[in-house]
């Protein structure tokens, strides 16, 4: 639709809702406030009006408060008590620092809107403006009860530094990607980091884009405490039963449990029989027991079918042998790594405790190798109290272990 049209159709702009899910008590608890308008019985999406740069800015910031007007209507005559996901372009909001917007928001709370149920949803990356006073127009929005989420978290030039300091409530994700390619481990890695910023800040994180189960349990398994897409429901000019999907999304989670459990029992069966193997190597190379470079030669050629590096270091990180390394054409020794320290790797000092305390070796978690850009595995055993015995595993071995991946 012409957005002409739309200007001169604005009678016939109708609110549409996307709920919201929640993994904790499996209810609606939001819904995001959509643009929709009815023309010759068909509606339609409003978004290419708000993303045609040809548009007047006034005309814009009039739509999206019409818009706005009307879904707190509908909300405040059903009396929903759920949170209001409300999309403002920050650029658009910085023309008046954000006055508008507010002055809105204040007549239906005289009307009994509870400020503190609504969401304000902008896109960090696209902003053009000066971030610090956007930062204060933010706050002072926030002093009313307001929330704030940030949209594409993740996606394009998104700024981690820059989200950090907004410190948002809510952190939006969307797991298009997951469909329309075959993302690689970088693509996960980007997820894994907004997951530990989410943490450390305090912020929700909310998929959306959910279209097919597999999303869904992914975005349960990356630490989603909020849900949204087609696969759960569309965009509706009318509020759902807050129990719609209650029953549905225990039996998924129920379903994902179960499967994670399994997968779990078997990397802890897969960790415990290739601790047991290097056990027995360890035991059988004992006369080399002080002879640590000779000791991973021999272990090298025991562990040819899964390991492609071996090295020993201390209890601090540095290396008490070179690596041994294996090319195409076999293993080849490294002496100049001889006393490198990997003590300033995440989790290592804390895995060297592990292992002196209990005993026993370790698999890492899936990472990116700095050498040879490979996902892969370190299984990590404790030779005595002050030497650690660590060996890296390919992405092709792991790739036919089961629970490995």
């Known amino acids: 639709m012409d957005s002409l049209d739309i200007l001169t159709n604005a009678e016939h702009i109708i609110p549409y809702f996307q709920a919201v899910y929640s993994a904790d008590e499996q209810t609606v608890i939001g819904y995001e406030i959509l643009g929709r308008i009815k023309v010759d019985q068909k509606v339609e999406s409003m978004g290419p009006f708000f993303l045609d740069d040809s548009v007047p800015e006034e005309y814009k910031i009039e739509m999206d408060d019409l818009v706005l007007k009307k879904a707190l209507e509908k909300v405040l005559e059903n009396q929903e008590n759920v949170l209001l996901f409300v999309n403002r372009d920050a650029d658009l909001l910085m023309i008046d620092q954000g006055e508008s917007f507010l002055s809105l928001l204040k007549e239906f709370q005289g009307k009994g809107l509870k400020l503190n149920r609504v969401v304000l949803e902008m896109t960090e990356h696209t902003f053009k403006g000066d971030f610090t006073r956007l930062q204060h127009m933010l706050t002072y929005l926030r002093t009313y009860g307001i929330k704030l989420s940030i949209e594409n978290a993740g996606q394009e030039s998104s700024n981690l530094d820059r989200i950090g300091k907004l410190s948002p409530e809510i952190l939006k994700i969307g797991l298009q990607p997951l469909i329309t390619t075959s ?4 693509y996960h890695n980007v997820l894994h980091s907004i997951s530990l910023l989410a943490r450390k800040i305090g912020a929700t994180i909310l998929y959306e884009d959910i279209e097919v189960d ?14 949204q897409g087609f696969y759960l429901s569309r965009p509706n000019p009318e509020f759902l039963e807050q129990n719609v999907l209650k029953e549905k999304l225990a039996a998924e989670f129920h379903h994902f449990i179960q499967r994670e459990k399994r997968k779990i029992e078997t990397f802890q069966r897969a960790a415990a029989d290739f601790s047991q193997r290097i056990q027995s190597l360890m035991a059988k190379n004992k006369k080399l027991s002080g002879q640590y470079d000779n000791l991973i030669k021999e272990l090298a050629e025991d562990l040819s079918d899964c390991s492609f590096r071996i090295y020993i270091c201390n209890e601090d990180g540095f290396q008490q042998t070179g690596n041994i390394f294996k090319l195409e054409n076999g293993w080849v020794t490294q002496p100049e790594y001889y006393m490198k320290n990997w003590s ?16 026993k070796g370790y698999f890492s978690d899936l990472y990116r190798d700095i050498e040879t850009g490979e996902t892969i595995r370190t299984f990590s055993f404790p030779i005595d109290e002050h030497l650690y015995l660590f060996i890296d595993l390919p992405y092709t071995y792991l790739y036919e272990q089961e629970g490995m991946l």
């Open 344 to 359: 300033w790797r995440p989790y290592f000092l804390e895995n060297i405790i592990r292992m002196r305390t209990n005993k």
């Open 214 to 227: 597999f999303q869904l349990q992914y975005a349960w398994k990356t630490g989603g405490r909020y849900f």
């Open 183 to 186: 993302p690689d481990q970088a």
